[in-house]
C-alpha cells in the first residue's frame, strides 16, 4: 500500500510538471505571436507613414503656410490649426489604407534642434529630407494602444490560449484535490478495516478460548459455575459482536431511499438513551443529568436514527472518559430549533483534529492502543443524520478537559403550542 501511495505522488508530480511544460510553451508561443504581429504592425506603419510623407512634402511645396507649419517656423494661430488639421487627415488616412485603426499623436521636430524626443523615445518617425528645401525635418507619430492592434490581430486565438491555460490549471486544481481526498478516504478505510478486524478478532478469540474450555469440563459437575462463566463470556462477546454489526448497518441505513418523516419527540428520545447508559454510567461512579428548559420537543424525521444519533454521543461521552464519566445533557428552543448540547469531562479533542472528527472512519488518534473500542462511524452518523434532516452539529472541546456536543434540529412546525 505505501509503495503504490508513493507512485500515485510521483505519478501526480509527474503530470504537473508536464501540464507546467505545456502552459509554458502555451505562453511562449502566444509571446512569439504577438512579437510577430507587432512587426507586421511596424511594418504597417512604416508603410503608411512613406506614403503620407510624399503626400505631405507636395502639399507643403505648393503651399507657403504649410511649408512654415511643417518647418517648425512661426505661423498664425488659426493657420497652424488649418494645417494640423490637414496634416492630420493627409496621416489617418494612409493609416486607414493599411488598416491601421489606433489613435496617434504627431509632430514635427527639427533634427537639429536639442529636443528630439518632444513626444516620446520610441515614437516612429520619418525623414522628409530631399522633398523640401529645408532638411533635418522628421515626422514623429506615437500610438499609446498599440498593444491593442496586436491582441485584435491574434484575435479568437489569443482568447483560446488563455481560456486553455486557465482551463488546465483549474482542472489541476480539481483533480490535485480530489486525488489528495481519495488518500485521505484510502487510509481511513485502511485504518477502519484494521480497527474492524481487531474488534471482530478479540470477541471471536474469546468465544474460541471459552467453548474449549467448556467442551473439556463439561462432564465434570463441580465445574458448573466455570462453566456458566464460560458460557456468560460467550454470550457477552456474542453481544459485542452483534453491536458492530449494528454499527456497520446503521451507516448503511443512511443510504437507503426510505425519508424519515415522523413525529418525533426528542424529550422522550432523550429519556430512553438516558436510561439506557445510566448503569453503565453509575457502573463507573459517574453521574449522568438532564436540563431540559426547551417547551417543544417535537421534530420530524426518523425515530430510531435520531436516537442513534444521540446514543452515539452518549456513548462516546463514555468511552473517552478516563475518570467517572459526568455527563449533562441540556435542551433549549431558539429560532425555531430544538437545541441538544450533551457535555463531558472526557479526554478533549486536539482542536488540530476537530474539522475530521466527522469524517468517516476517521478516530482521534491514541497511537496504536485498542482500548478504546469502534470503527470511526459514530460521529459521521450523527453529521449525516442532522444534515438530511437540515439541522447542524458542531463541536467545542479542550484537551483533558472535556467535549460538548450541539445538536440543531428544525423543530415540527405543524404541531400546535
Request: charge should be positive; charged fraction near 25%.
Amino acid at each position: 500500500m505505501g509503495r503504490k501511495i508513493v507512485k500515485q505522488w510521483w505519478l501526480a508530480i509527474v503530470t504537473f510538471l508536464v501540464l507546467l511544460c505545456l502552459v509554458i510553451i502555451q505562453v511562449l508561443f502566444l509571446v512569439k505571436s504577438a512579437r510577430l504581429e507587432e512587426k507586421h504592425f511596424n511594418h504597417r506603419v512604416v508603410l503608411a507613414l512613406r506614403e503620407a510623407r510624399n503626400e505631405i512634402a507636395r502639399e507643403a511645396n505648393m503651399c507657403n503656410n504649410m511649408h512654415s507649419y511643417v518647418c517648425g517656423n512661426q505661423c498664425s494661430t488659426d493657420m497652424q490649426y488649418i494645417n494640423f488639421q490637414k496634416v492630420d487627415s493627409i496621416i489617418q488616412s494612409n493609416l486607414y489604407i493599411h488598416k491601421i485603426h489606433l489613435e496617434y499623436k504627431f509632430e514635427f521636430i527639427n533634427e537639429n534642434d536639442s529636443v528630439k524626443d518632444k513626444i516620446c523615445v520610441t515614437c516612429y518617425e520619418q525623414s522628409l529630407n530631399g522633398l523640401l528645401a529645408q532638411n533635418g525635418i522628421k515626422l514623429l507619430i506615437e500610438f499609446p494602444d498599440n498593444s491593442k492592434f496586436v491582441f485584435a490581430q491574434l484575435g479568437t486565438l489569443f482568447y483560446i490560449s488563455i481560456a486553455s491555460i486557465l482551463f488546465v490549471m483549474i482542472s489541476f486544481v480539481i483533480i490535485y484535490r480530489l486525488f489528495t481526498k481519495e488518500q485521505s478516504i484510502l487510509s481511513n478505510t485502511k485504518y477502519f478495516i484494521d480497527n474492524m478486524v481487531h474488534e471482530f478478532q478479540t470477541p471471536l478469540a474469546n468465544v474460541k478460548f471459552a467453548s474449549g474450555l467448556i467442551k473439556k469440563k463439561v462432564n465434570a459437575s463441580d465445574e458448573r459455575e466455570k462453566v456458566l462463566q464460560y458460557t456468560q463470556l460467550i454470550q457477552d462477546e456474542n453481544e459485542k459482536l452483534r453491536g458492530h454489526v449494528d454499527d456497520i448497518l446503521k451507516v448503511v441505513s443512511l443510504y437507503s431511499d426510505k425519508k424519515g418523516n415522523e413525529k418525533v419527540d426528542v424529550r422522550q428520545v432523550l429519556n430512553a438513551c438516558v436510561e439506557s447508559f445510566r448503569t453503565d454510567v453509575e457502573r463507573k461512579h459517574g453521574e449522568i443529568k438532564v436540563d431540559f428548559c426547551a417547551g417543544d420537543f417535537v421534530v420530524k424525521g426518523d425515530a430510531t436514527h435520531i436516537k442513534h444519533v444521540f446514543s452515539n454521543v452518549i456513548d462516546n461521552s463514555i468511552k473517552y472518559t478516563k475518570q467517572a464519566p459526568y455527563i449533562t445533557i441540556e435542551t433549549i428552543n431558539k429560532r425555531g430549533k430544538l437545541v441538544v448540547s450533551v457535555k463531558d469531562n472526557g479526554v478533549g479533542i486536539p482542536s488540530a483534529e476537530l474539522d475530521k472528527v466527522f469524517e468517516k472512519y476517521y478516530r482521534v488518534s491514541t497511537g496504536n492502543i485498542h482500548d478504546i473500542k469502534g470503527f470511526g462511524l459514530g460521529l459521521n452518523f450523527v453529521k449525516n443524520v442532522v444534515d438530511k434532516y437540515k439541522g447542524a452539529v458542531k463541536i467545542k472541546s479542550e484537551v483533558n478537559k472535556g467535549t460538548m456536543v450541539i445538536i440543531e434540529l428544525k423543530l415540527d412546525c405543524s404541531v400546535k403550542k
